[in-house]
Nanobody, 124 residues
Framework: HLQLVESGGGLVQPGGSLRLSCAAS???????IGWFRQAPGKEREGISC????????NYADSVKGRFTISRDNAKNTVYLQMNSLKPEDTAVYYC??????????????????WGQGTQVTVSS
């Protein structure tokens, strides 16, 4: 059983940066970790994921070139570096874990374990 805890959200001006962290406890090495976000009135959107061993990554087009996912297996932590933030990036951000066999999928229904979310607000 995995537990995931996000941190690092907050208020930032457009063009600014934030780094989110996802701390995992439990047996994580068989799981890909993904980042999702959900804005009010919108569906949950998968934005990035990373494999546990070789750190292969995938990004949604909406964040490609601006966001970077990474992981520190020694610390059981996955990071999401978010640069050039826009008001439309405002959302609750979640990390989640999916069995490694699913590959670099960003479909929420494939993810078994979820954190509680952290709010990111991009506004001047």
């Amino acid at each position: 059983h995995l537990q995931l805890v996000e941190s690092g959200g907050g208020l930032v001006q457009p063009g600014g940066s934030l780094r989110l962290s996802c701390a995992a406890s439990g047996f994580t090495r068989d799981y890909n970790i993904g980042w999702f976000r959900q804005a009010p009135g919108k569906e949950r959107e998968g934005i990035s994921c990373i494999t546990p061993s070789d750190a292969r990554t995938n990004y949604a087009d909406s964040v490609k070139g601006r966001f970077t996912i990474s992981r520190d297996n020694a610390k059981n932590t996955v990071y999401l570096q978010m640069n050039s933030l826009k008001p439309e990036d405002t959302a609750v951000y979640y990390c989640a874990a999916a069995p490694q066999r699913y590959g670099l999928e960003l479909r929420a229904r494939l993810y078994d374990y979820w954190g509680q979310g952290t709010q990111v607000t991009v506004s001047s």
